[in-house]
């Protein structure tokens, strides 16, 4: 009874084994059934349908359409410079369905509104930059200086005679131009715009002498010779104007230049966090892509999830600083 009790076991065995082999065999030779996404993905944006955000918010969530077969839906939810979107996405699941387009704004938001409901670097959870867009320091052809420090020449002899278009306190081109001011030791006065049509056209016209735009807004008016640029913004120079000098060249450490990116809310899986990151990646090494953002007048820019996230931190700061040392407050 015992060598027949001890032969069952042992067939038992077998048999287990048997049957677990294949499977072992299986899971080595085909990849496991994707769990993310398995449902529709929403990315929110922050500002209205035909902004800069929203058009290069659709064209990754195209690319991660078909990257991870589902479909990635553009959510546009603006109003208050952001605050709403970006509010809207903290209190969402952190299951990485209800994603964040980032914009400088949520970098600059920190300090410009003294009354958040959330902590943007504390709620939201970066996952992936997608696209870095210089600027550009613009006169009208009239002006008097040639180059930036011609500019800067001028603007010291003549303290408080030079307007500045921006797009209203807190924007990008408000901010541009105030670093450029604090680092220069120049007296500009900044004149605030509800849009850049408006800017542009004094700008043009000479009612404001100098802006410091995004340059895919001004490209045009700039290669119509419409307006003379004297420095681009970034700390090298760009492909869009390879004959114009940084900033830098004459400002040491100057550096100034939009970004946009995508984040979830804070607790979203880390597996999560990885996958988007790395289908964004794949997307700034596609050509078709890349050469996409440069029409759109943008720069790849590729982290990872932890390098994005000091970028953010040093931009927070960097903005903040100028913030408070301006004076600024939202408008």
Partial sequence: MKILRRNFLQLGASVAAALTAPRRALSQTY?????????????????????????????????????????????????AAGNIATEYVVRAPADGYTLLYVVPPNAINATLFQKLDYNFLRDIAPVASIVRTPGVMEVNPSFPAKTAPEFIAYAKANPGAINMATLGPGSGQHLFGELFKMMAGVDLVAVHYHGAPQALQDLISGRVQVMFDIVVSSIAQIRAGQLRPLAVTTATRIDELPDVPPVADFVPRYEASGFQGIGTPTGTPTAIVDQLNQAVNAALADSQFKARLAELGGEPFATSPADFRKFLADETDKWGKVIRAAHIEAD
């Fill in 31 to 79: 990849p496991t059934r994707q769990t993310y996404p398995t449902r529709p993905v929403r990315l929110i944006v922050g500002f209205p349908p035909g902004s800069a955000s929203d058009i290069n918010a659709r064209l990754i969530g195209q690319f991660l359409s078909k990257r991870l077969g589902q479909q990635f839906v553009i959510e546009n939810r603006p109003g």
